[in-house]
């Protein structure tokens, strides 16, 4: 079957770094993406990983581990505005058309 | 700014009744996506079209059916609607979904609630 799990709340500290992971299980992968959500506003993309490795951007750096199923968002030098939902999501190219499957989403609390 | 536009923002209706949500997407874009969100739920994909043909469809109710237009704008119709469809109705679009890096734009959604 399909199935991403992203752990469901986490808690940093303004300048720290937090590593949020993600677990799926598909049968035709075909690119991972990291979108971010604040709270009652539209998902918007943040990362893509297709290739196994580590992809950075700024402050954030996204890994793929396509063997395992396995990927992590990092984030560095948290900042206030870093408080938000982050969606793990999956392209399944298996049943020949392209579907994509969404976490629930891990709920990042930054503290001052 | 996602280029995605969304209407209507808000919807509040009753059970039983029939509701119509409109799409259109970012200038150039072909495919469009459509998702719900519940609360402490996450994105559930129901439908997608690219140039105006079905590409896939997902976790969709029979009650609910789309379409999208030689505009590319698209339309969601939730009918016979009942309390457990309220929720976030998000369109997406992107350029062409046949590209493994096909990043979508989400529009800001519309928030439906069913009393």
């Known amino acids: 079957g399909q199935n991403i799990d992203q752990p469901t709340e986490m808690t940093a500290t303004e300048g720290a770094i937090v590593q949020i992971n993600c677990t799926y299980q598909t049968s035709g992968f075909n690119g991972l993406f990291w979108y971010q959500q604040h709270a009652g506003e539209a998902p918007t993309f943040l990362s893509y990983n297709v290739l196994d490795g580590l992809e950075e951007k700024g402050r954030f750096s996204s890994f793929l581990s396509r063997s395992k199923g396995y990927s992590y968002l990092l984030l560095k030098e948290l900042q206030m505005k870093d408080s938000a939902s982050y969606l793990c999501?999956?392209?399944?190219?298996?049943?020949?058309?392209?579907?994509?499957?969404f976490g629930t989403g891990t709920r990042l609390k930054v503290l001052a | 700014d996602s280029g995605v536009t969304q209407t209507p923002k808000h919807l509040i209706t009753a059970t039983g009744q029939r509701v119509t949500l409109r799409c259109s997407p970012r200038?150039?874009?072909?495919?469009v996506y459509w998702y719900q969100q519940s609360l402490d739920q996450g994105l559930q994909f129901l439908i997608q079209y690219y140039n105006g043909e079905e590409r896939a469809k997902g976790n969709i109710l029979e009650r609910f059916s789309a379409q999208q237009f030689p505009d590319l704008h698209s339309e969601l119709n939730l009918s016979s609607l009942e309390l457990g469809d309220s929720a976030l109705y998000f369109c997406?679009?992107?350029?062409?979904?046949?590209?493994?890096?096909?990043?979508?734009?989400f529009g800001a959604g519309t928030r439906l609630s069913v009393l």
């Open positions: 200038s150039g874009d072909l495919s």
């Open positions: 997406a679009s992107s350029v062409d979904d046949r590209e493994a890096k096909n990043i979508q734009y």
């Open positions: 999501a999956v392209r399944d190219d298996s049943s020949g058309t392209y579907k994509y499957i």
